[in-house]
Each structure stands twice: as C-alpha cells, then as structure tokens.
C-alpha cells in the first residue's frame, strides 16, 4: 500500500520479509512478533525489511532497535497493516519519535482512532505523497501532527480526518507543508500553545505553500490557550491557500478555554509575531473569514496580509481584530482591520 523508507539506501541491500520471520497475510493471527523479528539487523549495508502483499495484523510494534545500518533502514510496505479492532483510542497510527533523517512515501494511513502520524522529537523528516484519510466525526484523529521537532517538510499531501489535517505543536520548527490537500477536517493549525504552566518551546519559521481546504471547520488556524503560561510564534507564512467552503478561513484564537474551566478573563502568554497571509482565495463558509482573536498582555504583532479575496455567499466576508497589529498590501478582502 506505500513504501515507508528510512533513510535511503545506498548499498546493496538485504532483505528481510516478514512472512520468512512468522507473519501470516489474512489479518487474523498478530503478526507484531514477526515484524520486530524481521527487524533485528545491525551492520554497515542498508537493510529492507518487507512487508509483502497480504493483510497482516499487527497488535504493536515498536521498533527502537536493534535495527541499525550506517546506511539507514529502508521498511517496505506493499501489503496493508492493520490493527486490531479493540485497540484503544489513545494508540497512534506511526508514531515517529526521536529519529533522525527519516523519509517516509506514498503510504496511506486509514481510520486511526488518534493522531494518524506523530512526528515527536525529531530532526530532519520528509513526507511525500501521504494520504491519510477517517470520518469527519472521527474524534482526535489528526493527520499529521509534529511536535518538538526539526526540519520536517510535508509534500503532495492529500488528508481528511475528523480533527486537523496538519498540526503543529509546541517546540517545532523549520516546517513546509507543501501541496497539501485538506478536508474535510479541521485544517491546518499551530497549537494549542500556552497549555503548559513550565512554558514551551517556541513555533518559529514555519511555511505552508500551496493547500487547497474544502469544507473544513478552519482554514490556517493559530490557537493558544486563553492562560498566562509563556511561548512563541515566530516566522509564519501561508502562502497560495485556496478555501472552499471553510468556516474559519483564516483565525488567530487565543482565547482557547474548552467548557470555560480555569481560564475565563484570563489572557494568554504566547506571543505571536511575524504571520504572514499571501495569495488566500475562496469562500468561507460564515461571514466573519478573518479573525485575529489576539491576547490583550501580548497582542498579536507584525501581521501581513497580502492579495486576500475571500467571499461568503457571494458577497463580502467581514474581518474581525483585536489587539492585533500589521499591515495590509494588494488587494484584501475582506479589508484589514489590523491597527498599525
Ligand atoms: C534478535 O536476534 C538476537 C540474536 O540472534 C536474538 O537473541 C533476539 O531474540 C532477536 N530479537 C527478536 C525481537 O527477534
Ligand atoms: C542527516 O542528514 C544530514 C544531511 O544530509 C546529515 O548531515 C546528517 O549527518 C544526518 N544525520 C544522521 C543522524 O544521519
Ligand atoms: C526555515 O525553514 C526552511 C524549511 O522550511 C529552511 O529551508 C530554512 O533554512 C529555515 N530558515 C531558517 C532561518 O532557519
Ligand atoms: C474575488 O473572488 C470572487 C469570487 O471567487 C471573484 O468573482 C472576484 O473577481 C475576485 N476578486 C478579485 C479582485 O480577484
């Protein structure tokens, strides 16, 4: 169904199939025993561990080694994997933590009961050609969501789920999302920041170049918890988004308190600065498309809007702000209401 590669491979390659290791194809018996089996290489040539056509059945695998090569590890998925159908709703999908250098292609990653894909604690992660798709009433079933980690680019991605297609968590940074489909869904968003009393690692240098939403509840969404703890969002830029439907095309909310427990009145810490918004067109899918929601003790700062044309049932959309602060240039629909 995709090829998930770690690293490429430059040497010939061994291989490992899974069937030779005790995998069974027909998605009854737990093939979990086999894959790790299958995986337990340590030497200078890159391996491929094989995952043949077939359905196989894997209850958890956690691949933290042995499986080692200078040359990297390269795990090769034709056949589908799936879950058991009681595993519980806070396991992930593919869980990526703490690795470097990885690449993953063309895999598809079906009905996750969380987040589809979780990129934690890692320096340097590519994925292209991901398609990642759950109900739209799917709870907490993010596509990709990245947290404290380095140079992690998302290319041709095609995601609808029941919770946000891409986002970016707390301590992430140097991320370009790229040609990334999404819907239906709840788009593309930075956050929840600001959830941590310690504090948090900021959000800096972050682009996404090219998405087109349709119908999703957002469209590029900054959210911070409506609290005093401290962080950062720095060096932002969306850029050629096309919005079809999109209830919020573009918010900044950070006045984020669910069920209004511990934290009404209160104004959030995380300091945003520096977002940029060019070339955003389409429909929202209610009157107010822009919406800059910002902290009253750390007001929103350096905001551009560049070339916006964004319509609500044929008509002019409405822009709301507050302390919000940037500047307009091109032509902005709905017209700016940022405050110099
Ligand atoms: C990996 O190989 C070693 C040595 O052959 C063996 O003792 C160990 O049980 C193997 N681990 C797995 C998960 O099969
Ligand atoms: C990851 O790739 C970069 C650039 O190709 C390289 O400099 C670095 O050594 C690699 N890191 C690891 C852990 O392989
Ligand atoms: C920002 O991130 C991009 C990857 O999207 C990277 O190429 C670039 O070097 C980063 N810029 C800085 C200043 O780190
Ligand atoms: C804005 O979009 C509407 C509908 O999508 C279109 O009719 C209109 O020409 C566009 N305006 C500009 C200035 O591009």
Redesign the pocket.
């Known amino acids: 169904m995709g090829v998930l590669a770690l690293v490429v491979m430059t040497a010939a390659a061994a291989e490992y199939n899974v069937v030779g290791y005790g995998a069974r194809p027909g998605g009854r018996e737990d093939s979990a025993p086999a894959f790790l089996a299958a995986c337990n290489y340590t030497g200078r040539s890159a391996p491929v561990v094989r995952v043949p056509a077939g359905t196989f059945l894997v209850s958890r695998a956690y691949f933290g080694g042995p499986c080692r090569s200078a040359a990297g590890v390269v795990v090769a998925v034709d056949g589908t994997v799936v879950a058991p159908a009681a595993v519980d709703s806070t396991t992930q999908t593919l869980d990526i933590s703490q690795s470097n250098n990885v690449s993953v292609r063309r895999l598809t990653l079906l009905n996750s009961k969380n987040v589809h894909l979780a990129i934690f604690d890692c320096t340097g992660v590519t994925l292209r050609g991901v398609r990642i798709a759950a109900p739209a009433d799917s709870p907490n079933t993010d596509g990709v969501h990245v947290q404290l980690s380095r140079?992690v680019?998302v290319l041709g991605a095609t995601v609808g789920t029941g919770d946000d297609c891409v986002s970016l968590g707390p301590g992430t940074?140097?991320?370009?999302v790229r040609n990334i489909r999404c819907g239906p869904g709840h788009g593309i968003s930075i956050g929840s920041l600001g959830g941590d009393a310690a504090g948090e690692a900021p959000v800096r240098?972050v682009?996404v170049e090219g998405a087109a939403l349709t119908g999703t509840q957002n469209g590029m969404r900054i959210k911070t918890w409506g609290r005093p703890n401290r962080g950062l969002v720095a060096g932002v830029s969306f850029a050629r988004v096309t919005m079809r439907g999109v209830r919020n095309p573009a918010v900044v909310d950070q006045n984020y308190c669910p069920s209004n427990v511990n934290c009404p009145g209160e104004s959030s810490g995380v300091k945003i600065s520096g977002v940029e918004y060019a070339d955003i067109e389409g429909t929202s899918a209610t009157p107010v498309a822009v919406r800059f929601d910002c902290s009253g003790s750390n007001p929103c700062t350096r905001i551009t809007l560049k070339n916006i044309n964004l319509t609500y049932e044929g008509k002019p959309a409405k822009s709301f702000c507050k302390y919000a602060h940037g500047l307009a240039a091109g032509v902005v629909r709905p017209p700016s209401c940022l405050s110099s």
């Open positions: 140079g680019r940074s140097n991320v370009l240098n682009t």
